[in-house]
């Protein structure tokens, strides 16, 4: 896209991604036209977005002091953008303006000196502060709690503040988002090698405090692995560690920011771990007869130690889906990719192969070799796949102003109950979505393999509930369906003793479940720190712990400060 046109762009204020994206036309009319096929019901019709002006907001309640009141926004498309994250919940409802709350200002500190008097500010006003990276959380990591609030836009920390070319690290500012990271990037060769599928949209302070993970199937692809030393400004002062390759010396600061979701403080900067850039590439794409002999296949793979960029198991529905396979197929199809800066890969694939075969599997593509710069490249399976992972978060949008409903959740769990996990989530979100909205698809695949265990992912497509006419009450009914089928699978996958996320983070939404998973003393030390760091509490209301001690912790939700504020 040339830079004219890029300057011309606009996000969409509702949804995901860019406007000239979205899915609209002919190739919406045509989804429609496949969905009424599937779900056997008339073709649904589209609903376009409220003019954003048209959302009436109540006045800001807050003014900031002189000293800061340049860095203020109170600008309505400005505050009804940073009002909702990307849960489905959230952009249904947006979708209809019938955005509940709105920060009273958008605050975009420029350096973290101007953080630090922002929370400074808010402390002594009491005014809660909800800081917003690319604002994609999907599990209502931004939605603003009642009360005075201010959401802190940290898109102006963008800086890449230097590369050490000498260690391959980078000292990043938390605002930047993954295209300008490769950009500055580029030039010297090396790559910070993250990229969660929201990446052109999220940032690096984002991907710290979510424990991101990027789309690699093995190797360092959770941020966790790839964070050195971390910067953030607290209500009660500076925190920085110290940068080391590794370091035996207590428990790591780093890791206490690492999913920290904005409760301890703003991540200002980050000295992170850079590779040289892959230019050797290998791909095939794999059927296998059934989940099972995938899932023992991936195992394999990782358990001898191979380490592919990409692993994807796709279940025939999620295969149909990606365009990976026929729509009618029945088989399970893995795409298997290596990457390597330049060394051959034909031994690791040959390797992969073999035990792949040992599981029942046949090559359907490839292997092929390429070597180059170029990224995107992807042939077959693979490619196909590659496009579907780029367009699904437009898909999602196209069904939601089609009346549906479209959503994921994802795990993890030990290789001993992948199996019986991924058929009791697949049977779990059907059933569930069944008795809610008539009918569904439901799309299995698995992101991340490591040699104890597997990332489930799951993607639920409904033809959402019927005979509620479109309009705000529209936008609810479709949020409170995706919110029945999520309480179904989530209370599945507690039961199974997997975790409530992998890496879509708890957010909101996951409260009651991470609630439950995380021991009880570590509770309270989280609670202690929050209290010791942000006396005012003014940080990540609602999320993580309740800042208040609730003596039965494992019990369901019942914290003012814990309930969803938007429903
Ligand atoms: C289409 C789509 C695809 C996605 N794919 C992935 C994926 O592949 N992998 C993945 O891990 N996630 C994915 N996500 C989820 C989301 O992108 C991640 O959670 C991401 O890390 C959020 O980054 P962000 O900058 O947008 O943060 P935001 O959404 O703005 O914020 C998330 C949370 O972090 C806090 N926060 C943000 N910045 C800071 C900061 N600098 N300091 C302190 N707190 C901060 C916020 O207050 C909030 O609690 C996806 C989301 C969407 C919509």
């Given at each position: 896209?040339?830079?004219?046109?890029?300057?011309?762009?606009?996000?969409?204020?509702?949804?995901?991604?860019?406007?000239d994206?979205?899915?609209?036309?002919?190739?919406?009319?045509?989804?429609?036209?496949?969905?009424?096929?599937?779900?056997?019901?008339?073709?649904?019709?589209?609903?376009?977005?409220?003019?954003?002006?048209s959302i009436?907001?109540?006045?800001?309640?807050?003014?900031?002091?002189?000293?800061?009141?340049?860095?203020?926004?109170?600008?309505?498309?400005?505050?009804?953008?940073?009002?909702?994250?990307?849960?489905?919940?959230?952009?249904?409802?947006?979708?209809?303006g019938?955005?509940?709350?709105?920060?009273?200002?958008?605050?975009?500190?420029?350096?973290?000196?101007?953080?630090?008097?922002?929370?400074?500010?808010?402390?002594?006003?009491?005014?809660?502060?909800?800081?917003?990276?690319?604002?994609?959380?999907?599990v209502?990591?931004?939605?603003?709690?009642?009360?005075?609030?201010?959401?802190?836009?940290?898109?102006?920390?963008?800086?890449?503040?230097?590369?050490?070319?000498?260690?391959?690290?980078?000292?990043?500012?938390?605002?930047?988002?993954?295209?300008?990271?490769?950009?500055?990037?580029?030039?010297?060769?090396?790559?910070?090698?993250?990229?969660?599928?929201?990446?052109?949209?999220?940032?690096?302070?984002?991907?710290?405090?979510?424990?991101?993970?990027?789309?690699?199937?093995?190797?360092?692809?959770?941020?966790?692995?790839?964070?050195?030393?971390?910067?953030?400004?607290?209500?009660?002062?500076?925190?920085?560690?110290?940068?080391?390759?590794?370091?035996?010396?207590?428990?790591?600061?780093?890791?206490?920011?690492?999913?920290?979701?904005?409760?301890?403080?703003?991540?200002?900067?980050?000295?992170?771990?850079?590779?040289?850039?892959?230019?050797?590439?290998?791909?095939?794409?794999?059927?296998?007869?059934?989940?099972?002999?995938?899932?023992?296949?991936?195992?394999?793979?990782?358990?001898?130690?191979?380490?592919?960029?990409?692993?994807?198991?796709?279940?025939?529905?999620?295969?149909?889906?990606?365009?990976?396979?026929?729509?009618?197929?029945?088989?399970?199809?893995?795409?298997?990719g290596?990457?390597?800066?330049?060394?051959?890969l034909?031994?690791?694939?040959?390797?992969?192969?073999?035990?792949?075969g040992d599981?029942?599997?046949?090559?359907?593509?490839?292997?092929?070799?390429?070597?180059?710069d170029?990224?995107?490249?992807a042939?077959?399976?693979?490619?196909?796949?590659?496009?579907?992972?780029?367009?699904?978060?437009?898909?999602r949008?196209?069904?939601?102003?089609?009346?549906?409903?479209?959503?994921?959740?994802?795990?993890?769990?030990?290789w001993?109950?992948?199996?019986?996990?991924?058929?009791?989530?697949?049977?779990?979100?059907?059933?569930?979505?069944?008795?809610?909205?008539?009918?569904a698809?439901?799309?299995?695949?698995?992101?991340?393999?490591y040699?104890?265990?597997?990332?489930?992912?799951?993607?639920?497509?409904?033809?959402?509930?019927?005979?509620?006419?479109?309009?705000?009450?529209?936008?609810?009914?479709?949020?409170?369906?995706?919110?029945?089928?999520?309480?179904?699978?989530?209370e599945?996958?507690?039961?199974?003793?997997?975790?409530?996320?992998?890496?879509?983070?708890?957010?909101?939404?996951?409260?009651?479940?991470?609630?439950?998973?995380?021991?009880?003393?570590?509770?309270?030390?989280?609670?202690?720190?929050?209290?010791?760091?942000d006396?005012a509490?003014?940080?990540?209301?609602?999320?993580?712990?309740?800042?208040?001690a609730?003596?039965?912790?494992?019990?369901?939700?019942?914290?003012?400060?814990?309930?969803?504020?938007?429903?």
């Amino acid at each position: 896209v040339s830079d004219d046109r890029m300057a011309q762009r606009r996000r969409s204020w509702w949804g995901w991604g860019w406007e000239d994206q979205a899915i609209q036309g002919d190739e919406l009319a045509g989804l429609a036209a496949v969905l009424a096929e599937r779900f056997q019901r008339p073709p649904a019709t589209v609903v376009d977005p409220v003019e954003p002006a048209s959302i009436e907001l109540p006045r800001p309640r807050v003014e900031l002091p002189a000293a800061l009141a340049h860095l203020g926004s109170a600008d309505p498309l400005d505050r009804v953008r940073h009002g909702h994250g990307a849960a489905f919940r959230e952009l249904v409802r947006a979708l209809y303006g019938d955005v509940p709350r709105v920060p009273d200002l958008v605050v975009r500190p420029t350096s973290a000196a101007d953080v630090a008097r922002v929370l400074g500010w808010c402390t002594d006003a009491r005014v809660a502060c909800v800081p917003w990276g690319g604002g994609t959380s999907v599990v209502g990591g931004v939605t603003p709690p009642e009360g005075p609030c201010v959401s802190l836009d940290l898109e102006r920390l963008d800086a890449v503040l230097e590369v050490d070319e000498v260690s391959l690290a980078a000292h990043l500012q938390g605002g930047l988002m993954g295209p300008a990271i490769e950009r500055a990037l580029e030039p010297s060769g090396l790559t910070f090698r993250h990229f969660p599928q929201s990446w052109e949209f999220s940032t690096l302070g984002g991907w710290i405090v979510t424990r991101a993970g990027g789309h690699f199937a093995t190797g360092p692809t959770h941020i966790d692995d790839l964070v050195e030393a971390i910067g953030a400004e607290t209500p009660t002062g500076r925190w920085d560690s110290r940068r080391l390759p590794a370091s035996g010396a207590g428990p790591s600061p780093d890791r206490w920011l690492l999913g920290s979701e904005g409760t301890l403080g703003v991540v200002t900067d980050a000295w992170v771990r850079l590779q040289r850039r892959p230019r050797s590439r290998a791909q095939a794409t794999v059927a296998f007869p059934s989940l099972v002999a995938g899932l023992g296949a991936v195992r394999a793979i990782v358990q001898d130690g191979l380490a592919p960029a990409n692993a994807r198991l796709l279940d025939p529905v999620e295969a149909a889906l990606a365009g990976a396979a026929p729509p009618d197929g029945d088989a399970t199809v893995l795409v298997l990719g290596f990457e390597a800066p330049e060394a051959p890969l034909d031994a690791p694939m040959a390797r992969a192969l073999e035990l792949i075969g040992d599981h029942g599997g046949v090559v359907r593509d490839g292997p092929s070799f390429r070597r180059g710069d170029r990224t995107g490249t992807a042939q077959g399976g693979a490619g196909a796949w590659r496009q579907a992972f780029l367009r699904g978060p437009y898909l999602r949008d196209a069904v939601a102003r089609l009346g549906g409903v479209a959503e994921t959740f994802e795990t993890a769990t030990t290789w001993d109950r992948a199996a019986a996990l991924v058929s009791d989530l697949r049977d779990t979100a059907e059933r569930a979505a069944r008795s809610v909205c008539g009918d569904a698809l439901v799309a299995v695949r698995t992101t991340h393999a490591y040699v104890d265990g597997v990332a489930p992912y799951v993607t639920v497509i409904a033809p959402g509930p019927e005979g509620v006419a479109a309009g705000p009450a529209r936008g609810r009914a479709q949020a409170a369906a995706w919110d029945e089928v999520k309480q179904a699978v989530s209370e599945a996958i507690d039961a199974a003793g997997a975790t409530i996320t992998h890496h879509h983070a708890v957010g909101r939404d996951h409260r009651p479940w991470y609630d439950r998973q995380r021991p009880d003393p570590f509770a309270r030390a989280l609670r202690s720190a929050r209290r010791e760091l942000d006396p005012a509490g003014v940080l990540g209301q609602g999320l993580l712990v309740d800042r208040v001690a609730d003596p039965a912790t494992s019990a369901p939700p019942t914290d003012p400060e814990r309930r969803d504020p938007t429903a």
